[in-house]
Structures are given as C-alpha cells and as structure tokens.
DNA sequence: GAGTTTGAAACT
DNA sequence: CAGTTTCAAACTC
C-alpha cells in the first residue's frame, strides 16, 4: 500500500487512490461522462460548506476540470470493476446515475438536502474521523479505497471492519454498489465501540496524527458530499410519474434532511413513508438501513423486497406528492437532456417495463406503480411510495428510488427475492402483470394490488381528491394503471391537487401524516427476526380505528390493515384483533408479538394472507426507520411538526411538556441536534427548527394522544379490567387525554427510555407542501365540479 | 365480476 | 360535536 497518497485522496476525492488501484485505467477509460450541468449541483455544496474552510482549490470550482470530475465519478465505482465481474452491473447503473444527473443548471432541492445533511452531520463525521484514525495504519490499499469508497459506510456492524470483512466487502459485495457506496451513516459515527471494535479486530491502531485523520475526515466527507450529489441526480432520475412510482417508504429520512430554507414543494411536508415504505430507497443515499435493506436482501431474501415495497400502513409519501416539484424539475431536465437515448435508457416510465427491465443490457427488477406505489408508506415510504408511505407501505431515499436499489441486486437474486416475499404464484402473475400492454395492466391492477399490498385507487366520484383515494391520501398522483374515473389527481392539475391537499389537511393536519406510528422498542435485528413480528409491540395506529362489525380482524380496521394491534385511541367494538387489543398490556402485546402463538398466526393466516406476506415490508419499513429517521428525529419533533403543519392547533401545554422531552431526545437520539424533521415549508416552519420555538397549538388531544402512543400501556390499562379474554369494546368512545401524570412519567422517563433506545417514532410526516393559491386551484375545483355537476354527484 | 359490507372521510 | 351521508376498499358469493 502506498503511504502518500493517503492525504490527497480524500483532498481530491479519492481521486488518486483510487487511479492507483488495479484496474483503475478502466476507469479512466470509462464512458461514464459527467455532464457540465451537473456542476452546480456541487458547486452548492462545496461552495456551501467552504465556510469550514476546508475547500481546495479546485473544490471551490471542482468543475474547472473535466478531468477531476471524470476521476472522481471513476473513483466512484472504481472498486466495483476492480474486484469481481460480477458487479459490472454497477458500471451501467453507475453510468446511468451519472447520465440521469443530467442537469440544466437547475437548482437542485436535493443538493441542498444533501448538502444539509452532511453539514448537519459534521460532528459525526468529525467523530468518524477519529474513528478514521482507527483504520489508517495497515489497512491495505484496497481496503482504504473501499472504505473511501463507501462500502465502509455501506456496514452498520461492526463486525465488517475486521480485515477479513472488509475483504469480502471489497472483494464481491453485493451492495458493493454505486449506491451503497455513498451511504452516509450517522448511526455508525455514533459509535464510539465502533471504533474500539475496529481496533481490536485489525490489532493495529493507527498512527497517524490527528491533524491528518481531520484530514482525511474532511476528505471523506467531500467524499460524501460527493455522493450525496450523486443520489440526488438519482433521485432526479425519473418523470414525475417514475417519482412518483418509485417513492419508497423511507422518504421521511430525506426530508428530515432538509433545511428549513430548502424548497420543498416537491417534498411536501416531510416524508415516510409512511413507506413506500416505504422506502427503502430513498433512503439509501443517506441512511444506514438504506445500505442494510440491500444486505438484508442478500441474506434474508425476501425481506430486501420488503424493504423496497413497504405496505400500506406505514407508507407516506406525501414528499413526493409535488413531484413536479422535485421530479419534474429533475423530469423536465431529463426530458431536455442532450442525449434521448441515455434517457431512454434511464428513465424507467415506461409502464410496460415495469418489471424485468433491461438497462445497458443488465436484468433488472424495475418496481414500479403497483408495486412501490406503497412502499410507505405504512410505511409506503411514499407510501406507498414508499410507502410510505411503511408496508404502509406505508412508509425513502429520496432521491434514489426503490428500482435503483434493487439495480444493486443481482436480477437473479431480485427475482428470488421476489418469489421469497410472495407466492409464487403471485410472482408469476406479477411478472405477467409487468409484461403486459398498460390496457392489460389497468385490468390487472386489481390482481396486483391485492397480490402485492400496493395499490391504485379505483375512484368513481372523488375524483382522487379526497382521502378516500388512497393515492391522494398517499401523497402521489394517480397514475394511469389506477382504475379511477375523472382523475384530478395528475401532475396537470397540480394547482388543485396541491389545494385540495391544502383543504384536507386544515380539516385535519394529520390527514396525511402516516396511519401508524411506532414507537421503537426493538432493535432492527429483533424486529428482522425471522418468523418473528415485525412491528413493534407499541406500533400503533395514529387515530385508532372505529370498527363495529369487523372486529378489527379484517382489513376493514384500520389497525389490522397497518399490522398494528388496537389501543386506546381506537373505539372500536368487540376488538379482536390479532396484532393486539386496548386491554392488552404492553407486556402482553411484546410477548405476543416475540412469540405469537400458533393460534394468533393462524388468525392472521386466515383473514388474511396478504397481510401476512406484507409484514416483511412493514417491517423493514419499521425498522429502518427505527435506525435512522429514530437517530435523527426526536419524537417530540416529529410532532410538533406533524401539529405544526396544521398552524392551526394548538397544543401549547402538550408542546410544553415536549419541549424538555425533545431537547432532551436531541442531544440522546441525534448528536448533530438540528438536523431533526425538516418538514417542507408548509408543514414545519423554521420557528420550529431546532426546538426553539413552538408551533401554536389549539387542542392537546392530539398530542396527548400522540403521548399516548408513547405511553406504555401499562398506564393505559391499569383502569381497563379485560372482561372477556381478549375480546374487548371500547369504554371510551372518545380519544382520552392522558392524565397529567402520565405526561410527567413519559417525560420523566423518557430520558431513560430514549438512552435504552425506546423511542417514538412517526414513521412518515406529514403534510403537503400548502404553497398554491387556494382561489387558483378553487376555481379550477368549481370548474370541474361545474363540468360535473349534475352527473357525478360529487361532494 | 357483481353485489354487499364496512368504516373512514366528508358533510350537515 | 354528533349524526348522517358519501365513498371506496374489503369482502362475499
């Protein structure tokens, strides 16, 4: 290994060592050509983060040279080709990252999302420096480049910096990727065992000085930078409509990214997604799990699906809902791009491709639509989208879409995937459905629907602009393979579309916020368990259901349909539902949901199979956003923001009682304080930031239902003798504030709580960017209505 | 695939 | 805020 170019590296962005690794000349040979436009992308960030001082010269004008850039994308992947053939698919993923970056000069949000991001995770990476210094003695060559490259980062486990995995890593990674190159993961940077860990494990400390571990920090964290450029020009990869699609579950991690000052109307409030959920995509730029879901895909097979194709209830995917403004921008630039063919290429809106597609000659699994629309979700993110919402499906990555994860999988080991995640039967039809003309599709989309827990709304009358459309409702626009009839709910009516969200959202600022919201008592790993549940004990459903006659045990409950069992904010009648009832104590509800008996399983089982198929997803949505959007959002945050969004509520004494909580949970949960919830502007205002001031607030039951959530219901139920086993009605018909005390406790014991990991999360945040003209969008409303009027008998 | 049931959302 | 209506998903046949 050479010593030298160990500093310059990361000054230059890892330019040289990677031009010294083996085989790096096909790199400089290499096709891949960063367009101009892409300059100012990360000309922001540099230009950004120059106030560090820590800016090269041809960092502040890093595009001077075509050379560097072209280097650097080469850096990039570089360790890709070098180490098996078997990644070369990520030579033409990267490639088309790069192509898809293809900018107009364009201000891009999410530069600035990443951007902040990574200023806002400049403590950590300090932090990662020294961790850095760990590893920078006889790590050979290899090792370092892939480190630099972002495999390092692409690991959560310790284990992986032992040389021996970290050879594996090099050698032949799956998630070894252009993707999972640029993980950014604060959760690891947290670890101060992490860096003991590593020196154990490689038996050589490093030597170095501090001053060149800063050094070398400050490389990586260009580096990042780097790479967050990258994910946002591949978040842009796409028309609206493949935002759209692809929104994965983990849209909320990126918008907790945002920077109160960044546009956000393409990211309506704060994203995740629920999920598509999400999302397990979106994420991947940024997050940890991101890298994770991919592994997770590698050695738990199904499970990677799940966490691209969250379900319903997790799923938001309410970032995405202004796609235009994100994607279109992204879209439109794409769309003038100078090279149709490299588009072509890129762009994954062809609905008939939705599945098996082919990019530069390489299988691989398209998800779109039907597929991601709930990824988020509950979940989806979102979403749908991913979910988003998440899954709730509900309930990110922003930028970067499910379909591009899964580009880091091999095509046949997407297609195990697939199979491990549904029956194969469903495969099959999954795979016709994707092959199918789009008018076969829209016939289908049923079939799909039920088969994969992703949905396209079939709306008669709404016209998709009502919480009834479960599209609009996710935050995404319809899409051609919904079966709905005098769609609004289309990127050309945007203006309406943004204005009824607006309308539904003052009627209640939680419209589209995600349906279930976790609190994270267990750790990825437990939640991942194999045939264990997914969800948290403590998961819930925000508003708890209503249910009479359904029992809350089919998919009528709202509850069951997110996979989360019943508490006291539902009102629901003779509850059975499997994942949990309001009598249950949390202990009870955690034993069950460890051990569920065979019974209980077998309840599920048969009402409905589908749920059972999808719990993968949500859980893979749940946790992820358990490792990073629970790292970086206090509870109280997410909140206040969600209230927030409504500007209307208010909460006062409930945000009071928060306040301490979330400061606290700040500095426990999220080192680098302020980068916490950034919901768009509309949703989350920059008083808001950093917990320094409170949103005025009209009710507290919301919140104190919300507290509620997190309040374990040992408290609930110490009052709620359980008469008939677990068959229960709901002696509150009303949501119940909880008593003071039990604010006090939460509080007091949050602090404890949150240290032992147990912590709140709303897995997607809410709302729509409420930015267009309400007489704009009204008229065109009143127009439509009037063009209706008389037929549809729309409300 | 049509019809029914259900409960959330919307309305009054 | 309660009652009613509307709506679309879930479900049944």
Not at 359 to 379: K, M, N, R, T
Not at 543 to 567: M, P
Request: glycine share 6%.
């Amino acid at each position: 290994m050479k010593e030298t170019p160990l500093i310059s590296v990361i000054e230059d962005f890892n330019l040289y060592v990677v031009s010294e690794m083996p085989g790096s000349d096909i790199y400089r040979e290499s096709d891949i050509q960063l367009k101009p436009q892409l300059m100012p992308c990360f000309q922001k960030e540099f230009q950004s983060y120059s106030s560090s001082g820590c800016v090269d010269e041809h960092l502040a004008d890093p595009f001077k040279e075509d050379n560097i850039m072209n280097s650097s994308m080469s850096s990039l992947t570089s360790h890709k080709e070098t180490t098996t053939k078997a990644d070369d698919t990520n030579a033409g993923n990267g490639k088309a990252t790069v192509l898809m970056s293809d900018q107009t000069g364009e201000e891009l949000p999410s530069v600035s999302m990443n951007f902040f991001y990574a200023t806002a995770r400049e403590k950590e990476i300090e932090r990662y420096g020294e961790f850095l210094q760990c590893l920078s003695g006889n790590v050979d060559d290899h090792v370092e480049s892939d480190i630099l490259g972002g495999t390092f980062f692409g690991e959560q486990h310790h284990e992986l910096f032992s040389p021996q995995n970290i050879e594996l890593q090099a050698a032949g990674g799956q998630h070894d990727k252009l993707g999972a190159s640029f993980q950014i993961f604060p959760e690891f940077l947290q670890r101060d065992e992490a860096c003991k860990y590593s020196k154990e494990s490689l038996g050589s400390l490093s030597k170095e000085s501090v001053k060149e571990a800063d050094q070398r920090h400050r490389g990586i964290r260009r580096h990042l930078h780097f790479g967050a450029a990258i994910s946002c020009n591949h978040a842009g990869n796409g028309t609206h409509e493949t935002a759209n699609l692809c929104l994965p579950a983990r849209q909320t991690d990126f918008e907790n990214l945002v920077p109160p000052h960044v546009e956000t109307r393409g990211i309506s409030g704060i994203w995740q997604a629920g999920s598509c959920s999400q999302t397990a995509t979106l994420c991947s730029s940024f997050s940890p799990s991101a890298c994770e879901s991919v592994r997770s895909a590698q050695n738990y097979g199904n499970r990677a699906l799940s966490a691209c194709i969250p379900s319903g209830g997790d799923l938001h995917l309410n970032s995405f809902v202004r796609s235009e403004s994100v994607g279109s921008e992204f879209s439109t630039s794409m769309k003038l791009g100078s090279n149709p063919h490299q588009q072509e290429e890129t762009l994954m809106s062809d609905r008939d491709h939705y599945l098996c597609k082919e990019i530069d000659g390489i299988p691989v699994l398209s998800f779109l639509g039907e597929i991601y629309s709930h990824l988020g979700y509950e979940q989806q993110e979102s979403q749908a989208a991913a979910g988003a919402g998440s899954s709730s499906y509900q309930s990110s990555s922003i930028m970067q879409t499910p379909c591009d994860s899964l580009h880091l999988i091999p095509y046949e080991q997407q297609a195990s995937l697939c199979k491990g995640t549904m029956p194969s039967s469903e495969y099959a039809d999954i795979v016709e459905f994707s092959q199918m003309s789009p008018e076969r599709n829209r016939k289908k989309a049923k079939y799909t629907i039920k088969s994969e827990g992703c949905r396209r709304c079939n709306c008669k009358k709404s016209r998709c602009l009502k919480l009834y459309c479960e599209c609009f409702a996710a935050g995404i626009y319809c899409l051609d393979t919904c079966s709905c009839e005098n769609c609004i709910n289309k990127p050309e009516y945007e203006d309406t579309v943004l204005d009824m969200r607006q309308q539904t959202e003052a009627r209640n600022p939680l419209a589209f916020a995600p349906k279930v919201v976790s609190n994270a008592t267990n750790s990825p790993a437990n939640m991942m368990e194999e045939g264990k549940w997914m969800k948290t004990s403590s998961s819930r459903h925000k508003k708890g259901c209503n249910c009479k006659k359904s029992k809350c045990s089919k998919k009528y409950c709202e509850c069951f349909q997110g996979g989360v069992g019943c508490c006291y904010g539902c009102r629901c009648e003779g509850c059975y539902n499997p994942y949990g009832n309001k009598t249950e104590t949390i202990y009870r509800r955690a034993e069950r949901w460890n051990n569920p008996s065979q019974e209980q399983l077998d309840t599920l089982e048969s009402h409905n199979d589908c749920i059972k198929a999808e719990r993968p997803n949500q859980f893979s949505s749940t946790w992820e956003e358990l490792a990073d959007i629970g790292q970086l959002t206090p509870p109280s945050h997410c909140l206040l923001g969600a209230v927030a969004s409504s500007g209307s509520l208010n909460i006062r004494d409930c945000s009071k009682k928060f306040l301490g909580q979330s400061q606290q949970e700040s500095s426990v949960l999220s080192p680098s304080g302020y980068l916490n919830w950034h919901h768009s502007p509309s949703s989350l205002t920059p008083k808001l930031y950093g917990c320094e001031a409170l949103p005025e607030l009209s009710s507290d039951s919301f919140f104190c239902n919300m507290m509620e959530d997190a309040t374990p219901e040992t408290l609930k139920n110490t009052c709620t003798p359980s008469t008939e086993g677990v068959k229960s009605s709901s002696p509150n018909q009303k949501w119940v504030s909880p008593p003071k005390i039990r604010s006090h406790e939460l509080r007091s014991s949050s602090s404890q709580g949150l240290r032992s990991g147990w912590k709140f999360i709303m897995q997607d945040l809410p709302s729509f960017p409420s930015l267009a003209p309400y007489s704009k969008s009204q008229a065109a409303i009143h127009q439509n209505d009037g063009d209706r009027k008389g037929s549809t008998g729309y409300q």
